[in-house]
């Protein structure tokens, strides 16, 4: 079976870290294209990152063999560098009593994965990559939304560790 090939460009942004946030994706394949985004009321932008990319896998309805470009190294590094592997690994942690932030996205991310054959790209953030500053675009816009949604995820994180996840999450 060849699969069909597909590009998926993602973007997250957040007003304020927490704050409100939003993601953009643009796939492509052949003379196709497909936009998404979507924005919560309170979260990351990690998580917006993170997000951006599995809504871009889940929005494909069969496997296929991708090549996903997004400009967050957070993305990029963890599934290029082993770090989800090593993650998943030791239970979902980043070491010994070391918990692991946006636990449920990567459980959803690694769950799509398996699904495409995947090679990540990391690109330049708003040095003029079209699809990439599209991809800024609908995740500011969706961001700047009105009566967004929460983001259970980070919720429930913000309450699990009574603290804010903040810049480093």
């Not at 079976?1 to 704050?19: H, Q, S, W, Y």
């Not at 063999?65 to 967050?72: F, Q």
């Not at 459980?107 to 003029?128: I, N, P, S, T, Y």
Request: hydrophobic share 35%.
């Amino acid at each position: 079976m060849t699969l069909k090939e597909v590009e998926i460009f993602t973007d997250g942004a957040c007003r304020g870290n927490p704050g409100p946030g939003g993601y953009g994706v643009v796939l492509t394949s052949g003379a196709h294209r497909r936009e998404l985004s979507a924005g919560f009321a309170r979260t990351t932008n990690n998580r917006m990152e993170l997000l951006a990319a599995i809504a871009g896998l889940e929005g494909l309805k069969e496997p296929c063999r991708v090549r996903l470009c997004s400009d967050s190294k957070y993305l990029i590094n963890a599934m290029t560098c082993g770090w989800l592997r090593k993650w998943k690994g030791l239970g979902w942690r980043r070491g010994p009593r070391q918990r692991l932030r946006n636990e449920d996205l990567w459980k959803r991310l690694d769950a799509v994965c398996g699904q495409h054959e995947l090679h990540w790209q990391w690109v330049k953030g708003h040095a003029g990559h079209v699809e990439n500053e599209r991809c800024d675009s609908l995740a500011v816009a969706a961001a700047e939304g009105d009566d967004l949604p929460s983001d259970e995820g980070y919720l429930k994180e913000e309450q699990l560790t009574g603290e804010e996840p903040g810049l480093f999450d």
